[in-house]
């Protein structure tokens, strides 16, 4: 047995990388195992119709993303989608959000697709093995998570209400079962069952292709059998930042997260902080503002995500960018093993489009209608383009240190991230510290742009509304991370914002 290490969203999923792990597998085949179970058993936080990025460092080699993000509908389909396949959803979460649900929400789905790339190239347990703590947590059912049951609090009915087995499955004569309920989805274990048995291809070519496929056309949707049979995840070399003796390895473009965290880590680095004083977190602040404004005004509607994201690390690093300040539902999974190898995991369904076809048990995700990310909307490019992503699962790797870090949040994504790697690699705090660590995050999701700070830190004087929450909260990510040293070993540590799972299995040599 190797020795690995695992962050991940529940205990549940922990268990099921400690299962992997037992089988011989590596930091990959646990991660992708926990990955699993969370985007299954996580219903309207993750589904597995979403999209993923997997970001792997293997000693030795040049870290590789693994691009397995959400595409645009509507290969081979002429005309546009009926104005009856999706409906506008307004929700308080989050403070309120607007987005579209509905089968013409429904983007191509890349997370499998992913699961398998990285299996496939990296794995070293079987594929049936990193499926079946899901396959048998499906069927004999699994508690609604805190996080779930929050979200679903706010979308049960107006999003999850759409489709008869899943509004069945999240309630109890009409009433949105309690947190830690027993959830039973109809059909999802069997459809897990044929995946584990014939690969991916059973669900973008076999007969949950053709499930998925006809539910969204009788409902006037894009998305075509071309669009399942078609897609393929792209291995890309993954976005390289340094920070100090530390290199970064992150999402590249055409997803904007990685960038955006590069920037700020970048700008940061100019003037490295020795604590979270008043003055670092003024420079906090600044950084967050310039680094978001400029998302906004050039890299969510751009033509070229590749060269203007060039273009902002190199504003940042030079000091332009903060000069140019003039004034949806994410999981995550980390592992290293002893071979320092590490993996990092995010996923996304968008706040969910309600749908789900017919004897599938599977939730499609509502990537096209999640209006804060895809700013084109329903018009969101020619079919197969990616949509825009703020996932940035990252490795970190300093000499014979590995560290797998990232966290769910939605726009909160990079900001918190950027405080974990300053908190852990600038300031030296251990993992569990550093994940703890009160956060601020600049808020330009709204009409007016706001900061939200939690207790703890030193705010300065801003010319911006401040909202302090005084105990630490999820709305500020879940950061997960794994860390091994070859000279001092394993450390794993999981965000108290959000309910974590951790495990950290020794070496068990072979007898």
Known sequence: MKGVAVATTSKLAASAAREV????GNAVDCALAASLLTMNTEPGVCALAGGAY?????????????????????LGRDGGISPDSVEQVSMAYGGGIRTLVGAGSVGVPGSLAAVEAAWQHYGKAAWADIFEPSVRATREGFPLSSAARYYLGYSGTSVYGRS??????LHDSGRLLDKGSRIVVPHLSNSLAMIASGGAGVFYEGELATRIVTHCEQRGASLTHRDLAEYAAIARPALQI????????????PAVGGTVLGAMLAAFAREPV????????????????????????HLDLSDDVAADSERMLDDAGSGRLLSRWA?????????????????SITASSGYGSGEMPEGTGLWLNNCIGELELNRRGLDAGPPGRRLPSNMAPSVARC??????????????????????????????????????????HVDTSGDEVRLMAEAGLPLPETDLPVKVFET????????????????????????????????????????
């Open 21 to 24: 792990a037992g089988r011989g």
């Open 54 to 74: 997997i970001t792997i460092w293997q000693a030795g080699e040049q870290p590789v993303t693994i691009d397995g993000n959400v595409a645009v509908p509507g």
């Open 164 to 169: 008869a087995d899943g509004f069945g499955a």
């Open 242 to 253: 340094a920070l100090g003796d530390w290199r970064i390895a992150t999402n590249p473009p």
């Open 274 to 297: 020795s604590a979270w004083d008043e003055a670092a977190v003024r420079q906090l602040i600044d950084v967050q503002r310039a680094a978001l404004d400029y998302r906004r005004l």
């Open 327 to 343: 004034s949806a539902s994410t999981v995550h999974t980390s592992a290293v093993d002893e071979d320092g190898l590490g993996c």
């Open 399 to 440: 000499r014979e240190r590995v560290i797998a870090v990232g966290t769910p949040g939605a726009d909160r994504i990079t900001t918190a991230l950027h405080q974990f790697l300053v908190n852990a690699l600038q300031l030296a705090m251990p993992l569990d510290r550093a994940c703890a660590h009160p956060r601020a």
């Open 472 to 511: 630490p909260s999820m709305y500020f990510g879940g950061v997960g991370a794994a860390q091994f040293d070859a000279a001092a070993g394993f450390t794993v540590a999981a965000d108290p914002r959000r309910e974590g799972g951790t495990v950290l299995v020794e070496r068990h040599p072979a007898l």
